[in-house]
């Protein structure tokens, strides 16, 4: 403007460089910083959806081993129920067979019985136990002997057969009179397996059977007249002494064979 010195003007170029050169740092310093912040807003976005992928892949993990946890419980569920059914029919099935039951271990020590068998060796329940050594188990039933008249023991100790694991077979009485077959079997896995069979009603039948053979033995020959029994098939069953003193023969030449003879 007129009237102005050279020094004002040369003041007043210098302030308006100087607001040229602010306003220029502040473009550049606000150009720095919206640079700044995009780059932030990126990263953070970024991020954003990096922790959402990995809150992602957690879930899908945390699911997948939901579904594991679920699938192999009720896997095991149902193992556990299949063997408790399993379990179930075979003690089921072992307490309805007929013979007594008596499984050992190889230390001959008790792993299962049934019903059957405390009915027939006379334990009270509640004196057996699962790993009962088979020793005490003879003690804890009614007495046991074996063999006839005046060669019958008492069977108060395994048999040497059980003791070798070795199969056997005997007749044992009770001390009520009761006559059991019993029976050892050893396993493949090492334990062994004892069974007793109640045969008193057959031995009883059996001996009512001699004894009436004995009598009509007896009856026969002492008839006077000969008798002869001839069975369906056409074979001498009996030939009574007055049969052999009339006809010369002997019984035990006769008996079982053809009456045609």
């Not at 057996?128 to 088979?134: R, S, T």
Request: aromatic share 4%.
């Amino acid at each position: 403007p007129p009237g102005l010195s050279a020094g004002a003007l040369g003041g007043k170029q210098r302030m308006d460089d100087l607001r040229t050169t602010v306003a220029a740092m502040r473009a550049e310093v606000d150009h720095k910083v919206a640079a700044s912040w995009h780059e932030f807003e990126q990263t953070l976005a970024a991020s954003r959806r990096t922790a959402m992928l990995s809150l992602g892949a957690a879930g899908v993990l945390a699911l997948g081993l939901v579904a594991m946890l679920v699938h192999y419980a009720s896997r095991r569920r149902h193992a556990e129920e299949s063997a408790r059914g399993a379990s179930t029919l075979l003690r089921a099935t072992i307490d309805n067979i007929r013979q007594g039951l008596l499984v050992l271990d190889r230390e001959l020590r008790v792993l299962v019985w049934n019903e059957r068998f405390l009915e027939l060796r006379g334990v009270p329940r509640e004196r057996m136990y699962a790993g009962m050594p088979f020793a005490a188990v003879l003690a804890a039933g009614a007495g046991l002997t074996t063999g006839t008249g005046e060669e019958r023991q008492a069977l108060s100790a395994p048999l040497p057969a059980l003791v070798r694991r070795e199969p056997f077979c005997i007749e044992v009485q009770r001390e009520d009179g009761a006559t059991f077959e019993t029976r050892g079997q050893p396993m493949p896995d090492g334990h062994y397996v004892v069974t007793y069979s109640d045969v008193t009603q057959l031995r009883r039948s059996e001996r009512a059977a001699r004894d009436q053979a004995t009598r009509l033995r007896a009856t026969l020959d002492h008839i006077v007249d000969g008798v002869i029994t001839i069975n369906e098939s056409g074979s001498i069953e009996s030939f009574s002494a007055g049969a052999e003193r009339m006809l010369g023969w002997r019984a035990e030449e006769v008996l079982r064979r053809d009456v045609a003879v």
